[in-house]
Protein backbone atom coordinates (compact mmCIF):
# COMPACT_ATOMS: atom_id res chain seq x y z
CA UNK A 1 0.00 0.00 0.00
CA UNK A 2 1.45 2.90 -1.19
CA UNK A 3 1.00 6.48 1.26
CA UNK A 4 -0.03 9.68 -0.60
CA UNK A 5 2.09 12.98 -0.03
CA UNK A 6 1.83 16.11 -2.32
CA UNK A 7 4.54 18.52 -2.96
CA UNK A 8 4.03 21.74 -0.72
CA UNK A 9 2.98 24.25 -3.59
CA UNK A 10 -0.01 25.69 -2.09
CA UNK A 11 -1.20 26.07 1.34
CA UNK A 12 -4.75 24.22 2.83
CA UNK A 13 -6.30 27.24 3.12
CA UNK A 14 -5.13 28.66 -0.58
CA UNK A 15 -5.81 24.92 -1.76
CA UNK A 16 -9.68 24.99 -0.38
CA UNK A 17 -10.52 29.09 -1.83
CA UNK A 18 -8.86 27.31 -5.24
CA UNK A 19 -11.02 23.87 -5.05
CA UNK A 20 -14.21 26.22 -4.02
CA UNK A 21 -13.58 28.31 -6.93
CA UNK A 22 -13.84 25.87 -9.63
CA UNK A 23 -16.86 26.12 -11.80
CA UNK A 24 -16.23 22.65 -13.62
CA UNK A 25 -17.52 19.74 -12.03
CA UNK A 26 -14.28 17.31 -13.06
CA UNK A 27 -12.22 20.10 -12.19
CA UNK A 28 -13.94 20.38 -8.66
CA UNK A 29 -13.85 17.03 -7.55
CA UNK A 30 -10.02 16.74 -9.34
CA UNK A 31 -9.16 19.60 -6.86
CA UNK A 32 -11.06 18.26 -4.04
CA UNK A 33 -8.41 15.03 -4.45
CA UNK A 34 -5.16 16.87 -4.13
CA UNK A 35 -6.81 18.73 -0.90
CA UNK A 36 -7.51 15.88 0.71
CA UNK A 37 -4.55 14.25 0.29
CA UNK A 38 -2.47 17.01 1.57
CA UNK A 39 -4.91 17.96 4.65
CA UNK A 40 -4.97 14.50 5.31
CA UNK A 41 -1.40 13.08 5.32
CA UNK A 42 -0.57 8.89 5.41
CA UNK A 43 -3.65 8.26 4.56
CA UNK A 44 -3.73 5.08 2.01
CA UNK A 45 -5.33 5.45 -1.60
CA UNK A 46 -7.90 3.11 -0.47
CA UNK A 47 -9.45 5.56 2.45
CA UNK A 48 -9.18 8.46 0.21
CA UNK A 49 -11.09 6.76 -2.70
CA UNK A 50 -13.64 5.40 -0.45
CA UNK A 51 -14.35 8.77 1.23
CA UNK A 52 -14.40 10.80 -2.44
CA UNK A 53 -16.15 8.11 -3.77
CA UNK A 54 -13.15 7.66 -6.73
CA UNK A 55 -11.34 5.06 -8.43
CA UNK A 56 -7.85 5.09 -6.70
CA UNK A 57 -5.74 5.18 -9.76
CA UNK A 58 -7.39 8.36 -10.09
CA UNK A 59 -6.03 9.73 -7.45
CA UNK A 60 -2.75 8.61 -8.32
CA UNK A 61 -2.35 10.10 -11.24
CA UNK A 62 -4.38 13.25 -10.26
CA UNK A 63 -1.72 13.41 -7.18
CA UNK A 64 0.91 12.06 -9.68
CA UNK A 65 0.19 14.85 -12.22
CA UNK A 66 0.04 17.32 -9.19
CA UNK A 67 3.44 16.76 -8.01
CA UNK A 68 5.34 17.13 -11.26
CA UNK A 69 3.65 20.11 -12.35
CA UNK A 70 2.29 22.15 -8.84
CA UNK A 71 -0.59 24.62 -9.44
CA UNK A 72 -1.03 24.23 -13.57
CA UNK A 73 -1.54 20.36 -13.23
CA UNK A 74 -4.70 20.26 -15.24
CA UNK A 75 -2.92 21.69 -18.29
CA UNK A 76 -1.26 18.53 -18.71
CA UNK A 77 -4.27 16.51 -17.45
CA UNK A 78 -6.33 16.08 -20.07
CA UNK A 79 -6.46 12.52 -21.20
CA UNK A 80 -7.83 10.94 -24.76
CA UNK A 81 -9.24 13.14 -27.58
CA UNK A 82 -6.69 14.68 -30.82
CA UNK A 83 -3.60 16.71 -29.43
CA UNK A 84 -2.19 19.67 -31.48
CA UNK A 85 1.51 18.64 -30.21
CA UNK A 86 1.09 15.30 -30.87
CA UNK A 87 -0.70 15.48 -34.04
CA UNK A 88 1.03 14.70 -37.39
CA UNK A 89 -0.81 17.52 -39.84
CA UNK A 90 -2.70 20.44 -37.82
CA UNK A 91 -6.60 20.84 -38.55
CA UNK A 92 -5.65 24.23 -41.14
CA UNK A 93 -2.87 22.20 -42.68
CA UNK A 94 -5.64 19.15 -43.47
CA UNK A 95 -7.96 21.22 -44.76
CA UNK A 96 -5.74 23.51 -47.09
CA UNK A 97 -4.56 19.76 -48.44
CA UNK A 98 -8.36 18.66 -48.95
CA UNK A 99 -9.46 22.30 -50.32
CA UNK A 100 -7.29 21.26 -53.36
CA UNK A 101 -8.47 17.92 -53.23
CA UNK A 102 -12.40 19.29 -53.35
CA UNK A 103 -11.11 21.47 -56.42
CA UNK A 104 -10.01 18.44 -58.36
CA UNK A 105 -13.58 16.35 -57.18
CA UNK A 106 -15.28 19.30 -58.71
CA UNK A 107 -13.91 19.29 -61.60
CA UNK A 108 -14.94 15.98 -62.39
CA UNK A 109 -11.71 13.84 -60.94
CA UNK A 110 -12.56 10.65 -58.87
CA UNK A 111 -10.67 11.26 -55.41
CA UNK A 112 -9.63 8.02 -54.17
CA UNK A 113 -7.82 7.18 -50.60
CA UNK A 114 -4.64 6.13 -51.89
CA UNK A 115 -4.01 8.68 -53.80
CA UNK A 116 -5.08 11.23 -50.56
CA UNK A 117 -2.70 9.28 -48.35
CA UNK A 118 0.72 9.31 -50.78
CA UNK A 119 -0.04 13.48 -50.89
CA UNK A 120 -0.22 13.28 -47.14
CA UNK A 121 2.67 11.36 -46.96
CA UNK A 122 4.43 13.94 -49.78
CA UNK A 123 3.69 16.75 -47.54
CA UNK A 124 4.65 15.13 -44.22
CA UNK A 125 8.04 13.41 -45.87
CA UNK A 126 7.78 10.23 -43.52
CA UNK A 127 4.64 7.32 -43.90
CA UNK A 128 1.23 7.84 -41.97
CA UNK A 129 -1.11 5.11 -40.91
CA UNK A 130 -4.36 3.95 -42.96
CA UNK A 131 -6.41 4.89 -39.59
CA UNK A 132 -4.96 8.63 -39.86
CA UNK A 133 -5.97 9.15 -43.37
CA UNK A 134 -10.16 7.54 -42.69
CA UNK A 135 -9.68 9.88 -39.57
CA UNK A 136 -9.19 12.76 -41.22
CA UNK A 137 -11.66 12.66 -43.45
CA UNK A 138 -13.82 12.13 -40.35
CA UNK A 139 -12.80 15.14 -38.58
CA UNK A 140 -12.99 17.19 -42.04
CA UNK A 141 -16.56 15.31 -42.74
CA UNK A 142 -15.71 13.92 -45.97
CA UNK A 143 -17.81 10.70 -46.79
CA UNK A 144 -17.46 7.64 -49.16
CA UNK A 145 -19.14 8.55 -52.20
CA UNK A 146 -19.50 6.36 -54.96
CA UNK A 147 -21.37 5.17 -57.50
CA UNK A 148 -24.42 2.42 -57.48
CA UNK A 149 -22.88 -0.64 -59.26
CA UNK A 150 -24.68 -2.05 -62.05
CA UNK A 151 -23.87 -4.90 -63.37
CA UNK A 152 -21.54 -5.24 -66.37
CA UNK A 153 -23.34 -7.62 -68.90
CA UNK A 154 -26.68 -5.55 -67.73
CA UNK A 155 -28.96 -4.56 -70.80
CA UNK A 156 -30.26 -0.81 -70.21
CA UNK A 157 -32.96 -1.28 -73.34
CA UNK A 158 -34.33 -4.39 -71.67
CA UNK A 159 -34.36 -2.67 -68.32
CA UNK A 160 -36.20 0.12 -69.76
CA UNK A 161 -38.84 -2.01 -71.47
CA UNK A 162 -39.29 -4.08 -67.93
CA UNK A 163 -40.00 -0.85 -66.13
CA UNK A 164 -42.73 0.29 -68.65
CA UNK A 165 -44.12 -3.12 -69.39
CA UNK A 166 -44.38 -3.96 -65.84
CA UNK A 167 -47.52 -4.52 -63.63
CA UNK A 168 -47.94 -1.38 -61.29
CA UNK A 169 -49.12 -3.83 -58.20
CA UNK A 170 -48.67 -7.17 -57.73
CA UNK A 171 -51.44 -9.45 -56.78
CA UNK A 172 -51.31 -12.59 -55.29
CA UNK A 173 -52.63 -16.07 -57.03
CA UNK A 174 -55.30 -17.70 -54.48
Known sequence: ????????????????????????????????????????????????????????SKIYRVIQLYNKHGKNWRIY????????????????????LLKKLEKEALSGKII??????????????????DDYIWDMFKRHNWKKKVPRQSHPKADKEKQEEYKKNSKRFWQPNH
Open 1 to 56: MKLLKTQPYMKDSELKSYMESQKEVRAFRDWQIIYSVQTNQGFLATKISIMLGVEK
Open 112 to 129: IYRHVKNLVEQELGQEVS
Open 77 to 96: GKWGGRREERSKMSIEQESS
